[in-house]
């Protein structure tokens, strides 16, 4: 059963609702997953109890390794009161030895919701539409919504605001970190560039559909293959690996396609003086970014590391509780 959360003139739903990618909640919507997530924040610096979830179990479905995404998660539900499971690729054989669909019943009669990450986006909407508990994306090939909430989160903290900003991505543009930054940016209003070799733009459907979006909110989007051009008075500045998990028989040729893509001091001058560098971790120095950079005054990547954790903990709270 779904519930309604009133918010000045708007009624919100988040229980039982799954979160595959920000392009399914409104702006209100993801307005207020922030506004929880800092409110939880504060609740954990003061040393508050938080248990909105006691009792409550996540199941997660890891079939790509990670730090940061099994960390936070699992912290997460603990100081929420509930408690996490870890399913790795050897515990649980999804598609494979068992059906999708079985897969997501069966775990619809365990636990209370179902965090996945692994490498097809079309297996998580297959395993959302046959669970009849929440189903939370922590990143497929396509989409990695959790680690843009936390982006956004990070870069309202250090800007005070969101609407208005620009955001300029460099790098591998068919790439998830980028297509949830398109969805997320013009839902809150930013602005955003994408600067990405030939071969390597984002996804069309997602394009079109976030030019769509940013219509009714006011945010304009570029897609380029010059970084001069798209970093050009950015607020903010984003970039990832130029080789994700799954593509490393690329690396050669990935390292050639994107060698004038990388994030330095020269191509920054170009952005505004007071730009934050955001990173989702880990980083390849000396090839996405320099050390220069990723470690320099600009760059706010470890608060936007723990940014996760809060990020996701009102996600948990908003879809379990």
């Given at each position: 059963m779904v519930e309604a959360i009133q918010v000045n003139d708007q009624v919100l739903q988040f229980k039982g609702k799954d979160?595959?990618?920000?392009?399914?909640?409104?702006?209100?919507?993801?307005?207020?997953?922030?506004?929880?997530?800092?409110?939880?924040?504060?609740?954990?610096?003061?040393?508050k109890p938080h248990a909105y979830l006691s009792g409550k179990v996540l199941g997660m479905i890891f079939e790509k390794s990670s730090t940061r995404t099994r960390v936070s998660f699992e912290v997460g539900m603990l100081q929420l009161g509930g408690h996490a499971i870890f399913l790795s690729s050897k515990d649980i054989q999804l598609g494979r030895g068992e059906s999708i669909s079985d897969t997501a019943k069966v775990?619809?009669?365990?636990?209370?919701?179902i965090m996945i990450r692994t490498f097809s986006h079309e297996?998580?909407?297959?395993?959302?539409?046959?669970?009849?508990?929440?189903?939370?994306?922590?990143?497929?090939?396509?989409?990695?919504?959790?680690?843009?909430?936390?982006?956004?989160?990070?870069?309202?903290?250090?800007?005070?605001?969101?609407?208005?900003?620009?955001?300029?991505?460099?790098?591998?543009?068919?790439?998830?970190?980028?297509?949830?930054?398109?969805?997320?940016?013009v839902k809150v209003g930013m602005d955003i560039s994408i600067a990405s070799p030939p071969g390597y733009l984002p996804n069309g459907t997602i394009t079109v559909n976030a030019i769509k979006d940013g219509g009714q909110t006011g945010s304009n989007v570029m897609i380029t293959n010059d970084p001069v051009a798209a970093v050009q008075d950015a607020d903010v500045i984003v970039t990832?690996?130029?080789t994700s998990m799954g593509q490393e028989e690329e690396t050669e040729k990935r390292l050639k396609a994107f060698s004038a893509y990388q994030v330095n001091a020269e191509l920054c001058k170009h952005a505004k003086s007071d730009f934050i560098f955001l990173h989702c971790l880990p980083a390849h120095r000396g090839e996405e970014v320099t050390a220069e950079i990723i470690?320099?005054?600009?760059?706010?990547?470890?608060?936007?590391?723990?940014?996760?954790?809060?990020?996701?903990?009102?996600?948990?709270?908003?879809?379990?509780?």
């Amino acid at each position: 059963m779904v519930e309604a959360i009133q918010v000045n003139d708007q009624v919100l739903q988040f229980k039982g609702k799954d979160f595959l990618q920000l392009s399914d909640f409104t702006t209100e919507e993801i307005l207020y997953m922030l506004d929880v997530a800092k409110e939880i924040k504060s609740l954990q610096k003061q040393g508050k109890p938080h248990a909105y979830l006691s009792g409550k179990v996540l199941g997660m479905i890891f079939e790509k390794s990670s730090t940061r995404t099994r960390v936070s998660f699992e912290v997460g539900m603990l100081q929420l009161g509930g408690h996490a499971i870890f399913l790795s690729s050897k515990d649980i054989q999804l598609g494979r030895g068992e059906s999708i669909s079985d897969t997501a019943k069966v775990l619809s009669r365990y636990v209370d919701g179902i965090m996945i990450r692994t490498f097809s986006h079309e297996s998580v909407e297959e395993l959302a539409a046959n669970a009849t508990i929440p189903v939370i994306n922590g990143l497929t090939d396509l989409q990695h919504p959790a680690q843009v909430l936390a982006d956004l989160l990070t870069i309202q903290e250090h800007k005070g605001k969101l609407a208005g900003l620009k955001l300029c991505y460099i790098g591998d543009g068919n790439n998830n970190v980028a297509h949830s930054l398109m969805e997320g940016a013009v839902k809150v209003g930013m602005d955003i560039s994408i600067a990405s070799p030939p071969g390597y733009l984002p996804n069309g459907t997602i394009t079109v559909n976030a030019i769509k979006d940013g219509g009714q909110t006011g945010s304009n989007v570029m897609i380029t293959n010059d970084p001069v051009a798209a970093v050009q008075d950015a607020d903010v500045i984003v970039t990832d690996v130029w080789t994700s998990m799954g593509q490393e028989e690329e690396t050669e040729k990935r390292l050639k396609a994107f060698s004038a893509y990388q994030v330095n001091a020269e191509l920054c001058k170009h952005a505004k003086s007071d730009f934050i560098f955001l990173h989702c971790l880990p980083a390849h120095r000396g090839e996405e970014v320099t050390a220069e950079i990723i470690d320099g005054s600009h760059s706010v990547v470890f608060d936007e590391a723990e940014n996760r954790l809060h990020a996701q903990k009102a996600i948990l709270k908003l879809l379990l509780a």
